[in-house]
């Protein structure tokens, strides 16, 4: 079933619901075929959506485009891409697919508060473009109400060893981001990577460290023991291996990437003077990871 209009629209009866950015047909296979993945796993309902936000390019005025100009482009995106998710899936998994009028990191930002799940696709940073850009991925996982999955362009089922890493602060914080991880290995029946990195600047580093280095990574490693010990069990089936690293976290993450079905790291939650707000961490392997990347909002 395909909506075609820029309305407010509903999930299907008692059915969770992923998100899907999509900008045009041929262009985000990854994304579909992760959503798909995710929605076949859970019986879930897919939701395509593509978000119209007119360009303004430089003078002359008579080059500017009209949003009547721009809105024709919406159904168009909406029928081809719906036509290209039901070949994917084989007309197998649930789905509709909507268009709407502004920036996409706020229209899915606004669609996640009744989603499960909002996945959208970009490029490596070496790519020669992006179709998601930088910011708008960053928008959106800083502003999203449910979990955020960025998916690389060269993500296929099954071609990364069945691990979940997750980034965790000192004594396995933040929470939310432990359980998600944890839930989620349990969901596709992976194992579980519990990681932790710590590193000072250069002269603080090279001083501290060499006295306490070892000590450090044994307590640490107690710490975490003791922070997942009730979820290891609660899932008895995941597999868990817990890694402490005196490295920089981003980098950690980001290596593991190249061996992990997904990475989860946690986004900063609400202040008074910075209402939304994701940490370089969580940027950095956004940017850089080469695994789908989960952000999980933080209360």
């Not at 996640?112 to 490029?123: K, T, Y």
């Not at 349990?186 to 932790?196: C, E, F, G, K, Q």
């Not at 402490?244 to 981003?250: A, E, F, I, L």
Request: one cysteine or more.
């Amino acid at each position: 079933m395909t909506t075609t209009t820029p309305v407010t629209d509903h999930p299907s009866a008692g059915k969770p619901r992923i998100v899907v950015g999509v900008t045009g047909p041929e262009r985000e296979r990854a994304a579909l075929r992760y959503a798909a993945e995710c929605a076949r796993r859970d019986g879930a309902e897919v939701v395509l959506v593509h978000a119209v936000h007119p360009p303004y390019p430089a003078p002359p005025p008579s080059v500017l485009l009209t949003l009547d100009a721009t809105a024709d482009v919406g159904p168009w995106v909406v029928q081809e891409v719906s036509r290209e998710f039901k070949e994917l899936t084989a007309g197998a998994v649930e789905f509709r697919a909507i268009w709407r009028e502004g920036p996409p990191a706020r229209v899915l930002a606004e669609l996640s508060h009744d989603a499960r799940l909002v996945v959208v696709q970009h490029r490596h940073p070496h790519g020669l473009g992006r179709l998601f850009t930088g910011s708008t991925v960053n928008g959106l996982a800083a502003h999203a109400a449910c979990p955020v999955v960025s998916v690389p362009p060269d993500w296929t089922p099954g071609t990364a060893p069945n691990e979940v890493v997750v980034g965790v602060h000192e004594e396995g914080g933040p929470r939310d981001v432990l359980e998600t991880a944890f839930g989620w290995a349990a969901a596709t029946r992976a194992s579980l990577r519990v990681v932790h990195a710590w590193r000072l600047d250069a002269v603080y580093d090279d001083i501290i460290t060499r006295r306490v280095t070892a000590e450090w990574r044994e307590e640490e490693k107690t710490l975490l023991r003791e922070a997942v010990a009730d979820l290891a069990q609660q899932h008895p089936d995941v597999r868990v291996e817990l890694e402490v690293r005196h490295q920089w976290p981003s980098d950690v993450l980001v290596d593991d990437s190249q061996a992990a079905a997904l990475v989860v790291v946690g986004r900063h939650g609400p202040r008074p003077w910075e209402p939304h707000h994701l940490g370089s961490i969580a940027r950095t392997v956004l940017r850089e990871a080469r695994s789908p990347v989960m952000v999980v909002p933080l209360g």
